[in-house]
């Protein structure tokens, strides 16, 4: 994910925090050989995916033996949660996916392109404005490529299909997919941040929180300290995405609402009621 992050040469405000500036100047001197490797941005994203799903297999763990745990799970009625060999199972696709497709893939942007680093760091109003703008144009990109791949058949046989083996989704399924599909998302991540001439650094903070809501949406647990929480009717979560891969004719858009919504394509989650 950092390909088009040592791309970018927007200017940056020279009031940026000090505390951001010498994080930045840190980052950018004494690991300016890592930042521009042509196998970073694979490294990196399928590294971070795994660790951000390291506590909900915890909780899959759990869930058999906690009553509050279980209460938590979605599809709590649907069956025990995935076993370790699914799990495993599911780390070797994804890992096959990244050698034969992602990584050879993002080498060869990264090798087509002129990487450099911009020596001011953004202010702190900077990253956020960039990275709410990011989730925005992504959750628009996404929803229309998504949409397109449940209504054009060929798109789902070959494309998207993949995905939906998982009716009742996990953490880690949430990038158990078609390289081709894991593909179009990174490029769609990418062109988001491009387009909206993101600051490096809000670009890798983006990358690093859309990883985590793609984890979570997918995780299979309505938790109550999750985004879709405080913001009920702008964020889905993973009720509304829980919808999606069981009924598959809804809920197309990953995390916000507001495009199901307006092209009447939101389905309500249907939940029990959880333990006080």
Request: glycine content about 4%; hydrophobic content about 45%.
């Amino acid at each position: 994910m950092f390909v088009s992050a040592m791309n970018n040469l927007s200017s940056v405000s020279p009031q940026g925090p000090a505390v951001l500036q010498g994080l930045w100047d840190h980052v950018r001197v004494t690991h300016i050989s890592v930042l521009r490797s042509p196998y970073l941005p694979a490294l990196y994203a399928f590294l971070t995916h795994v660790l951000l799903c390291a506590p909900f297999l915890v909780l899959d763990s759990l869930a058999s033996v906690s009553p509050r745990v279980q209460s938590w799970r979605i599809a709590a009625r649907s069956g025990p949660p995935p076993s370790l060999r699914k799990w495993l199972k599911c780390l070797w696709r994804v890992l096959f996916s990244y050698t034969i497709a992602v990584l050879p893939v993002t080498a060869l942007v990264q090798a087509l392109r002129s990487p450099r680093v911009p020596e001011l760091a953004p202010t702190s109003w900077r990253i956020c404005a960039d990275v709410v703008s990011c989730f925005l144009l992504f959750d628009t990109f996404f929803f229309a490529w998504h949409y397109a791949m449940h209504r054009v058949p060929w798109l789902y046989r070959h494309v998207h299909q993949t995905h939906h083996q998982h009716h009742i989704p996990f953490a880690l399924a949430a990038q158990d997919a078609n390289p081709l599909e894991l593909v179009s998302q990174l490029v769609l991540a990418l062109t988001s941040a491009w387009l909206l001439g993101c600051h490096p650094l809000s670009e890798l903070i983006f990358h690093l929180l859309n990883s985590w809501l793609a984890v979570e949406v997918h995780c299979g647990y309505n938790l109550p300290w999750t985004l879709h929480r405080l913001l009920p009717s702008i964020v889905g979560g993973a009720p509304h995405h829980h919808g999606h891969h069981r009924q598959q004719n809804g809920n197309f858009a990953p995390y916000f609402t507001h495009w199901d919504r307006l092209c009447g394509t939101y389905r309500a989650p249907v939940l029990r009621k959880q333990r006080k």
